[in-house]
């Protein structure tokens, strides 16, 4: 695991905290590193914790957008204002279920 | 005006958004004013590093220089590569639910989203694209 996910099973839900940056140089990765959390849990409701994010580019909507269309039950958690600016600016906000901070 | 020359690979994006950052914090910007600049450094530097000179193409690299003035911060980027418009690119519909949504686009619409202006402009004489990201700090 990178220092970017880490994975926890809570309550009877994945929930993956994405940490730091998700951009151009790891977001290839960061997406494996989910799909590996999610083998195994695939009945689980999947929640992304953006708490400690701080930044993602286009690459890294490409990861999330990826898993909404791998599972419709994910859900976006502590969505700072920066964050949630662009998901509203490409739509990202109308697609998924989010939970500002 | 500060420029920086890179060799317009992806391995160097760093050093742009080191570059750009401290430029930017140097004439004052906020954290939140640099991130938006960052995103859209990070969507036109990717294009140019991936499709700027293709394979076996000589490679010229590419030059990045921030200047602000007024208040307005211009980050402008130079590349002899093949003449390529990115604001030419068709917006992506953004009301598409999740399963009918293309990413394509989504990158260079987000620049013309965080920018206040973006300009493109191709010189013939040094068979030069310059793309000049325009943000009202």
């Given amino acids: ?101 | 005006m500060e420029t920086i020359h890179v060799n317009a690979s992806k391995e160097e994006i760093g050093q742009v958004f080191d570059f750009v950052n401290s430029e930017l914090e140097a004439a004052g910007a906020d954290l939140k004013m640099r991130m938006k600049i960052q995103l859209a450094v990070e969507e036109i530097y990717v294009n140019i590093a991936s499709y700027a000179y293709p394979a076996g193409a000589q490679n010229f690299g590419a030059d990045v220089a921030v200047d602000v003035k007024d208040g307005v911060a211009r980050i402008i980027f130079k590349d002899r590569g093949l003449k390529y418009n990115p604001l030419e690119k068709e917006d992506p519909d953004v009301t598409l639910a999740a399963n009918e949504r293309q990413i394509g686009g989504l990158g260079i619409f987000m620049v013309k989203k965080m920018m206040d202006d973006v300009l493109y402009e191709y010189r013939y004489e040094d068979g030069a694209n310059i793309l000049t990201l325009i943000k009202n700090l």
């Fill in chain 1, 1 to 101: 695991m990178s220092e970017v996910v880490k994975g926890l099973v809570n309550d009877g839900k994945l929930v993956v905290e994405l940490i730091g940056r998700v951009d151009t140089s790891n977001a290839a990765g960061v997406g494996d590193e989910i799909k590996e959390l999610i083998a195994g849990n695939e009945a689980l409701p999947l929640v992304l914790d953006l708490d400690k994010l701080d930044y993602i580019s286009s690459a890294g909507l490409r990861v999330l957008l990826m898993l909404k269309q791998m599972n419709d039950a994910i859900k976006l958690v502590k969505v700072s204002d920066e964050i949630y600016d662009i998901f509203d600016i490409t739509g990202f906000a109308d697609i998924f279920d989010i939970e500002r901070k």
